[in-house]
């Protein structure tokens, strides 16, 4: 922070700080992390992430199509080919600062949504709880306050992109709905 008279000046600011620091080298050093930084989070998730739609596809919660598996290598193809396509998607239309923004701000929705099930699970399930807070409800509402205050400094395009996925989600929500109900009714 000392070392960058404008921090917001840079789209590189951590390169460029050790480029001051420590010289090109530094730079080079820097930048060589997070592409080892990027490449592991990708990596893992390209393990996780379809795996996690086959077993929502297996579960009814996401269209079975996700549940496909490939005859000969025994993967979830289909959930593995959406991840990619949905990653260079994202990666073809934002650069790396928007795609920063988007990955943290998502993640501030799930913090929000487990926060406010703190609330809910208090008020249904009282003496459920193996760890119990104190204040957990006042935190809860504190850490739902802080991630809506967090979320007012995203720009618009971001603000689109989680719309647009909140939206599929909905109606993905509507269509596992109707389908579990109507299993059920079947049965």
């Known amino acids: 922070?000392?070392?960058?008279?404008?921090?917001?000046?840079?789209?590189?600011?951590?390169?460029?700080?050790?480029?001051?620091?420590l010289g090109p080298a530094g730079g080079g050093l820097i930048a060589v992390g997070a592409l080892v930084s990027v490449y592991g989070?990708?990596?893992?998730?390209?393990?996780?992430?379809?795996?996690l739609t086959f077993a929502l596809a297996e579960h009814g919660d996401v269209p079975p199509l996700f549940a496909t598996v490939h005859a000969r290598f025994r993967t979830p193809h289909i959930s593995i080919l959406a991840f990619g396509v949905c990653v260079w998607a994202l990666a073809f239309w934002g650069n790396f600062t928007w795609n920063v923004i988007l990955s943290a701000?998502?993640?501030?929705?799930?913090?929000?949504?487990?926060?406010?099930?703190?609330?809910?699970?208090?008020?249904?399930?009282?003496?459920?709880?193996?760890?119990?807070?104190?204040?957990g409800a006042f935190l809860a509402i504190v850490g739902i306050a802080f991630s809506l205050v967090l979320v007012t400094r995203m720009g618009w395009k971001e603000l689109l992109i989680l719309a647009a996925t909140a939206l599929i989600s909905f109606f993905n929500w509507l269509w596992a709905r109707h389908h579990s109900a109507r299993g059920r009714s079947s049965s």
């Open 1 to 21: 922070m000392a070392v960058l008279v404008n921090p917001q000046a840079t789209d590189r600011p951590l390169a460029t700080a050790a480029r001051q620091l």
């Open 41 to 51: 989070y990708l990596a893992a998730h390209m393990i996780n992430t379809p795996r």
């Open 105 to 135: 701000a998502s993640r501030l929705f799930t913090f929000a949504v487990v926060c406010a099930a703190v609330i809910q699970l208090r008020r249904t399930q009282p003496g459920r709880a193996t760890l119990r807070l104190p204040a």
